[in-house]
């Protein structure tokens, strides 16, 4: 009788890939965590209990098949795990890296619920598409025809890089519109090395190129290329430009030098400490965290990219303020724990009221204290500020890590037609991504508000199909 490659979970402790210690890991911009041995991914996959209702599955944005490929993984059919990974996510080593687990597959894995520990799915993910990578099993897109429809993507991110594989796949000629020099988005310059090494995204942008994507970089819309000299190129455009109009507190001593926008920050960073690019703001130390006392202002995974970002740089002290308690926060808590890890304080319960500086240049950030007070409309306990208990955090440099909202489209592209929301994301049907202005679709941020790479990719391979559809309705009546 064959032996049961499954449900060892009861024999098999949950583990994780080695995590380099705080000490070394927070010398370099490295990933911290090693990769899995293949004995170890098969052990790992093995814990899997094949629910016969899989949450994993459920609960992922992009229903991703991972019962199926841990198995597969568990008995050695490597490869096969690969392609049935990659046939429902575009970038399954970047969501292996960066997604929220704990929140999502594994944070609702039916074995963790009884008290064994979830199936290690993320780390999982990220070894099948690396071996992937390593064995030569990637291979560039190859249509099986060319169609003569044309799609232009206004934004290089996660979600617009997701439409154009899909589109490419299917034979569609698609340029690719971003302002920056590197494609990628966030996954590029916000989100730092040490979750998501920058050759891994890097790697996917050629391979795009390579299947047939033209990019079309440094351009901005509306002073490079008009809204509606990209409409006439195409028979269909994607809006996937993300958000990226930073949050600011409107206090007193908040235009004081040496307060800066976190991503703002982190690009920098990024760009020097990734790519090695020469950046003025980072050499002359205005984007800088080496010997500076640093405050960062939030609570997100945004603000836990910045403070581990500063220790990396050399900071002399890290500290983070947050309205709420730990529990409370909306960042990852193993996050937190890594940041902890390697020498951050979070002031709890702290926000500011304002700035201090000195001859113009911020010296301190004025912190009332805080406690938690009745559940708000979001059913989280709201902050209430405790009356006397304000107190001075020094700071040489101050990073706001508020979140984004989406910039003046309608305005910057002279598009007064484009239908927006009252929050001024883009007013689009849900899983197509259409809009009212006709061939027009949006995906992702700029329509969701900021949110997850998961569902970037999600909301691009779904508007891809949606483009498709509708290419393959035109076609047919054409032929009639």
């Not at 640093?294 to 947050?322: E, F, H, N, P, W």
């Not at 909202?405 to 009252?422: F, H, I, N, S």
């Amino acid at each position: 009788m064959a032996k049961q490659p499954m449900l060892k979970f009861v024999q098999v402790d949950r583990d994780m890939p080695e995590k380099r210690t705080a000490d070394v890991r927070k010398e370099d911009f490295d990933e911290i965590y090693a990769e899995f041995a293949a004995a170890k991914a098969e052990e790992q996959s093995s814990r899997c209990s094949q629910c016969g209702v899989p949450y994993c599955q459920s609960h992922c944005p992009l229903h991703n098949n991972i019962p199926d490929w841990l198995r597969l993984t568990a008995t050695g059919r490597l490869e096969e795990a690969y392609v049935t990974s990659q046939a429902t996510n575009t970038f399954p080593e970047i969501c292996g890296r960066i997604c929220p687990q704990d929140r999502l597959c594994e944070g609702n894995c039916v074995i963790e619920q009884s008290g064994h520990g979830t199936v290690t799915i993320g780390a999982v993910e990220k070894y099948i598409t690396d071996t992937a990578w390593e064995k030569g099993w990637v291979k560039p897109t190859a249509p099986l025809a060319e169609r003569s429809e044309s799609v232009g993507i206004i934004g290089a991110g996660p979600g617009g890089l997701a439409a154009a594989d899909m589109l490419r796949k299917a034979g569609v000629q698609v340029t690719v519109y971003d302002r920056y020099d590197r494609a990628g988005g966030l996954l590029t310059y916000g989100i730092p090395g040490f979750k998501l090494e920058k050759d891994v995204v890097m790697r996917r942008n050629k391979l795009l190129e390579d299947g047939g994507v033209t990019f079309v970089m440094n351009c901005n819309i509306g002073e490079d290329i008009s809204f509606d000299d990209i409409r006439a190129k195409h028979d269909a455009v994607v809006i996937a430009t993300g958000v990226y109009k930073s949050r600011d507190l409107a206090m007193p001593g908040s235009g004081a030098t040496g307060i800066v926008k976190a991503l703002d920050f982190l690009t920098v960073s990024n760009k020097a400490s990734n790519f090695g690019d020469t950046i003025a703001e980072f050499e002359d130390g205005t984007l800088n965290a080496a010997g500076k006392k640093v405050v960062v202002i939030g609570g997100g995974d945004t603000a836990m990219d910045c403070v581990r970002t500063s220790i990396r740089q050399g900071a002399s002290s890290v500290k983070c303020l947050y309205r709420r308690d730990k529990a409370n926060m909306p960042g990852s808590q193993r996050e937190v724990q890594n940041a902890e890890e390697e020498g951050v304080i979070f002031e709890w319960l702290s926000a500011p009221k304002g700035f201090a500086d000195k001859d113009g240049t911020v010296s301190g950030v004025m912190v009332q204290r805080m406690r938690l007070g009745q559940p708000d409309a979001s059913g989280r306990q709201a902050p209430e500020v405790i009356e006397g208990a304000d107190y001075v955090e020094d700071a040489d440099l101050v990073i706001q890590a508020l979140g984004f909202e989406p910039e003046d489209l309608p305005t910057l592209w002279g598009q007064p037609e484009l239908p927006v929301t009252r929050w001024g994301t883009v007013k689009a049907e849900f899983q197509s991504g259409e809009t009212e202005m006709d061939g027009v679709y949006a995906v992702g941020d700029i329509v969701r508000g900021a949110s997850l790479v998961v569902w970037a990719i999600k909301d691009g391979r779904d508007c891809a199909n949606a483009i498709l559809e509708r290419f393959n309705a035109t076609s047919a009546v054409a032929a009639e």
